[in-house]
Structure formats: C-alpha cells, structure tokens
C-alpha cells in the first residue's frame, strides 16, 4: 500500500469513528434519560421526534444558545482550556479500541481499528490520566469553593482509583503477553475470555472504571448536594455542554475497554467452527462487540439509578483497602493460572 | 421502624457490599418492567373521583333556569371575596334570582364553603381543572360562564346528597 492509501483510509476511519462517536454520545444521554424514568415508573422524554429520538439533539442546541459565563474570578485561559481538554482526551481514546478483526474491502486489508499501536492500553492509561487535568483544572481556574473542591476530590479519587486499575489490566496483560488491544482479543479465543479466567480482576477493573468515569458511586467530584455541580459549577453554554459530553464519552470508553480486555472484545465462542461465510462472521462479530458495548452502558445506567452516592472516606477505604488489595491478589492469581496450566 | 444496624453487627455479606448491590440492583430492574405511571396530560386527561373540588358552577335546571335564589350566603361565606352576587326579582316561584353572579377565579381558594353553605343545592364544586386565562378581565367568571346543566352534574351532587 502507498502513503496516500494508508492516509485515506485512516482518514475515513477516523470519520467513522467520530461521526459515531458523536451520534452514540447524543443517544448515551436519551437513553441515561430513558433508564432513569423506567427506573422510576416513568416514560421518559417522548415529545421531540418519534418516541422522542431527537431529544438529545434538542438539549444540545439548548446548551449552545445559552449565554457563555466566565466569572470574574477565574483564571481566564484555564477556564477556556478546561473542557477542550475533557474532550480531547475522551475523543481521544477512541482510536486504540479495535471494533472487530480484520476485513477485505475492495482489495485492502482493513483493520477496524483506527490506530493499531503495540501499546494501545499504554496509550489508554496515559490518556486516562490526562482526563485528571481538564477537571482539576476547571476546579481550580473557576475562583469557586465548589469548584476546587470537587477538583480536588477529582484527582484524589482518580489517582487512588487508577493504581487498582493497572494492577487489574496487568493481570490480563500478563495472560495477553501483549500491550496491543487487538492482540488482548485474540488471546481470549474461545471461552477463554478474562472475566471467566479471573473474575476478581474484573471486580475491581469495573469499580475502578466507575470511578474513573465520575459515575454514581463515585460522583464525588459533582455531588450535587454538597457541592451544587462541582467542578463544572461555574460553566455553562457550550463548555459545559464539553464537560457533559466528555463524561459520557468516558463511559463509552469504559465500556469498550471493559468489553475488549475482560469479555472478548468481538469474540463470539466458537463462531468459526460454524462454516458461516467470512463477511457474515465479520458483521456478526462486530455487532457482538456493539452489543456488549450496549450492555455495559447499560451496567453503568443500571448501577447509577441504583447505588447511592460513597461518603468520601468510605471511597478512599474501598479504593485503597479493598480494591488494591484485591486486585493484587488478581496478579498472583493470574501467576497461579499461568503457572499451573501454561496458559 | 427497622432497627438501626451499627457497622459492627453487620455481618460478613454485608460488610462486603456485593450482595446488598445486587439486591437493590435486582429491586431497581424489577421496577424497570413495571407498568408507567405517567399521565400523559394532553392526550390523556385525569378524570377526577366525585369529591374533586374543581372550580365552582351554578346547577341550571332542564328548564334553562338557574337553581339560585341569589340569597347571597355564598358571597358571604367566602373566605376569599370572590364572589359577588346581585338579586333581583323574576315572575318565577322562587321569586328571586341573581341578576349577575360573578365569581373571581383569580381570587377562588377552591376551599368549598359556597357549595357547604347553600340551601339549594345551586352551587357546586365541579370536576374542571383546566382553567386558563390571559388577561385579569376574562379571570372573572360570569354567569354566562358559571351556568352548568344539571345533568352533568350528577356525580358530584350524588356525592353531596351522601356526604355533606
């Protein structure tokens, strides 16, 4: 393949992905709206559009045409910086997380990933971590008390909640004996998928993820009783509606990690000993990938309209005491697997 | 009440989270596939039980002539002075009638002492609560407005006959 092959063809993935990546947002935020009136005997939006399908569209342009508040506090350029950076780290991560394996279009080998990197969840981690910054950021830059503390709150709670996280992912790295997602995938052919092989570490990489996602549990950083918004008290118009999409990004990437690294990212068992064609099993693996998806969002909805919201040292107890234990005993678990069965 | 349980007698399942998480997460998804209690108001309308006080009506009879004898007792009655009742005299047996009732509905209280007080069964509460204006001078109800037939009042006169 030429360069320009290679750069037209990133190019429509990318495009892809984003335009996607935009619509599964939109439709994250009706369907949150949705579960949460079901939960609540309610109907839930149902007046724009069929069965109120254009609602989120609806909330977004009533965000855009508010008017853009900066206080007379804030630390201007930080302020502004903020939710781009919000955005770009959710936006951002899309580009590692593989939607199925290769396929034949045209002549071209195709794979459904945008960047295959060799150290996609690397890359992840890192990105994951920048996220701190665009809330702590807007914390700190808004000249609110509500802000700073939910900042502050912000990265304590995702520094602590990260370490248990990487010790999770190390455990499926070390079945992987790979950084690359794609390779993550294959290595869980099969029934061999990481949720059944080590359960703990599927624990406590899902709470982890929660709280690095800021959802219920874990919102903290915006509890809304003690902090009217947070970090995002002081925003409004379309930098608020950043941050708004960002978290719900972040979910989105949640779950696509989730499913790549503990459910067999597009593996459906045993779909090859069927004899289905190969663009069938293709389009089949991929939905099975968007199902899962679609499944875990529902998890994070679920949990959130159950659960309520961790006191703050309850969180540092459950983040420090239980779940990076746990996750340690992931590893030597893992260890154990690998040692006993040369998996 | 339940109990209060202290952190130390909770015992291990517990203490650990995950079962109670579960048990509130398995209550919420039942409470998913229940049915939905929300009226759709437009489309749907709440037909309101027999004892709703709705806004205030004067029983016109199948002759086309109102009940009230314009004793005024209602006007009298009314917490909210939003009653105003003028007699005057007609050829009719009950000898007087109300030249011009009118009732304020930006003053009614909705409290239901006009139907309490009066002796002819003339004025009732009725089951409407739709009540739009946009100006103060259509807020002020005439007779033209107040004048219900009998018939349609049924209910609510049944449930006055039983229980006042």
């Known amino acids: 393949m030429s360069i320009w092959e290679i750069l037209i063809i990133t190019l429509i993935k990318i495009l892809v992905i984003v335009a996607i990546m935009f619509l599964t947002v939109a439709y994250l935020v009706y369907f949150e709206r949705k579960v949460s009136a079901w939960v609540q005997n309610r109907l839930g939006p149902n007046r724009v559009g069929y069965r109120g399908l254009l609602q989120p569209f609806a909330d977004v342009f009533k965000l855009l045409v508010k008017e853009d508040i900066v206080p007379d506090a804030a630390n201007k350029p930080l302020h502004t910086l903020a939710p781009f950076i919000a955005l770009f780290v959710a936006f951002a991560t899309y580009a590692v997380i593989p939607f199925g394996p290769s396929v034949n279009i045209f002549g071209y080998d ?70 690359r997602p794609i390779d ?19 624990i406590t990489f899902v709470v982890s993820a929660f709280a690095e996602t800021n959802r219920l549990p874990f919102d903290l950083p915006e509890a809304e009783p003690e902090l009217v918004g947070g970090y995002h008290t002081e925003y409004s118009s379309f930098k608020f509606a950043g941050f708004f999409l960002a978290e719900y990004a972040n979910m989105i990437i949640a779950s696509c990690m989730i499913v790549t690294l503990y459910l067999g990212g597009w593996q459906i068992p045993y779909i090859d000993k069927v004899g289905l064609s190969e663009t069938l099993t293709v ?50 678990w893992v260890a154990v697997l690998i040692m006993i069965f040369n998996l | 009440m339940a109990e209060k349980k202290r952190k130390k007698d909770l015992n291990f399942f517990e203490r650990i989270y995950v079962v109670e998480i579960v048990k509130g997460m398995i209550l919420t998804f039942k409470n998913m596939l229940r049915p939905k209690v ?30 009230c004898v314009a004793c005024g007792l209602c006007s009298r009655v009314c917490p909210a002075l939003a009653i105003e009742v003028q007699a005057a005299e007609t050829e009719l047996e009950k000898e007087r009638y109300p030249q011009k009732f009118e009732i304020n509905m930006l003053r009614c209280i909705f409290c239901g002492f006009c139907e309490e007080v009066c002796p002819e069964e003339a004025i009732v509460m009725s089951k409407d609560y739709e009540l739009v204006f946009t100006n103060r001078d259509d807020a002020i109800y005439g007779k033209d407005k107040l004048l219900i037939p009998v018939d349609k009042l049924k209910d609510r006169l049944e449930f006055l006959r039983n229980f006042k």
């Open chain 1, 110 to 179: 195709i794979k459904l990933v945008v960047a295959d990197v060799n150290i996609g969840i690397l890359y992840v981690l890192a990105l994951t971590s920048l996220g701190v910054y665009g809330i702590t950021f807007a914390g700190w830059s808004s000249g609110s008390k509500y802000s700073l503390l939910g900042g502050v709150r912000s990265s304590a709670q995702m520094i602590s909640y990260e370490v248990s996280m990487g010790f999770s992912i190390a455990g499926v790295l070390l079945l992987a004996e790979s950084l």
């Open chain 1, 184 to 202: 993550i995938v294959n290595a869980q052919y099969g029934w061999m998928w990481n949720i059944v092989l080590q359960p703990i570490g599927f």
């Open chain 1, 283 to 332: 389009i089949l693996q991929v939905g099975a990938f968007i199902f899962k998806t679609i499944f875990m969002l529902f998890m994070f909805l679920w949990v959130r309209w159950s659960i309520p919201r961790f006191r703050y040292d309850q969180l540092m107890n459950i983040g420090w005491k239980v779940m990076f234990p746990l996750s340690l005993l992931n590893i030597v």
């Open chain 2, 38 to 67: 929300t009226m759709e108001y437009p489309e749907v309308k709440f037909d309101p039980p027999a004892s709703y006080r709705g806004r205030p009506v004067l029983v016109q009879e199948n002759n086309g002539v109102e009940r």
